[in-house]
């Protein structure tokens, strides 16, 4: 059961990568990246990741998406115009490339890893809301702290660069 | 089909995902296309985290990947922003037409 909700939802982000890479439409692309960060969602909660998988949605399918749709809408973006031509040789030979290169990605990850148990969901627990903040405000306070600065500067330079007259 | 999942199979799916996004990220030539593609980038290094974070049972992988995501809603922002500003003074979205810097 595992091991077929895996295959699903990769089967799912893997078509919706290519979906990503191959559409002109910006927003179909915008789209096709949605179905990638759901289906990555369910494979963190099967990894045990409960508050990343709500974070992954929340903050990336809900918060970054939307930002991105809205300035696709915004600025009314169309297909992309085909300013050069690219050889149908060098295309059909990238891709080629590009399959090769992770197939060989994939055999060494295969090979160079050590035979462990697979993964059983439910495993592990460590990663409830819980359990993550308390590691986040004892351990990892300072970086915390200075990520709030971190996004504070994002807010100031967003506010800076979308003014009337830059 | 084994009953249960192999990690490697996890790690894999993110090297292909990660793949797809190097690859988008070269040969799209629309910003917004190309910008989708690095959040891509950065979805599939947050699989590596999670992964590794079951194999170790450790909460730490999430911490990280919790930042990564944090580092990721900053940079959508002020580069959207970027991208809204580059629109206003270029009217055009094709990198192929805003290379005024190359040279």
Known sequence: MTALIFLIFAAIAVFCGISLVAQTHPIASALSLIGVMGS????????????????????????????????????????????????????????????????????IIQAMLPKTEGV?????????AAAIGRK???????????TSVLILIAILGAIVLARREV | MPATVPISWYLILS??????????FIYRRNIITVFMSIELMLNAVNLTFITFSYTLKKVDGHIFSFFVMVVAAAEAAVGLAIILTV?????????DDISSMKY
């Open chain 1, 40 to 107: 990555l969602a369910i494979i963190y909660l099967q990894l045990g990741g409960e508050f990343i998988a709500m974070a992954q949605m929340i903050v990336y399918a809900g918060a970054i998406m939307v930002l991105f749709v809205f300035v696709i809408m915004l600025l009314n973006a169309g297909a992309e115009a085909t300013t050069r031509q690219i050889p149908i040789l060098s295309r059909y030979l990238g891709m080629l490339l590009l399959v090769v290169f992770l197939g060989l990605i994939s055999f």
């Open chain 1, 120 to 128: 059983v969901f439910g495993a592990f627990q460590g990663g409830t």
């Open chain 1, 136 to 146: 986040l405000f004892t351990v990892y306070l300072l970086p915390f702290e200075v």
């Open chain 2, 15 to 24: 090297a292909i995902l990660f793949g797809l996004g190097v690859a988008g």
């Open chain 2, 87 to 95: 629109f206003k003074n270029r009217q055009t979205l094709m990198i």
